[in-house]
């Protein structure tokens, strides 16, 4: 079992592509989790990850903050508390539209 603060797990810079984006690996591998991680994203203001797709889905709940959520051609409006779910090879992209950050726990299986 682990147990910690998410403010304990060290914020890394995302990957290529994003902008203004942290994010914190809250459960992996190294953790004994076999089948999916969980992850931090913070996105700050004016922030967006890459607008990229990939052959995994996303289970994604919005914790604070409000944005635009880009999937295929459509945009939605997203804010805490939505639930989202991005479908394996779905183009997609997470941007801030608000005055805070943007966060939101993303999870992800192993493949």
Do not use: S
């Amino acid at each position: 079992m682990k147990k910690v603060n998410y403010t304990e797990v060290k914020a890394e810079v995302a990957e290529q592509g994003c902008k203004n984006v942290m994010i914190r690996w809250l459960i992996t591998e190294k953790d004994g989790a076999k089948n999916f991680a969980m992850r931090l994203f913070e996105v700050g203001e004016d922030g967006n990850t890459p607008y990229h797709q990939h052959d995994w889905e996303h289970e994604v709940f919005i914790l604070e903050g409000k944005g635009i959520v880009k999937c295929g051609d459509e945009e939605f409006e997203c804010k805490k508390g939505d639930v989202i779910f991005v479908p394996p090879n779905e183009w997609h992209q997470f941007k801030n539209t608000g005055n805070e950050d943007l966060k939101f726990l993303c999870l992800i299986p192993y493949k």
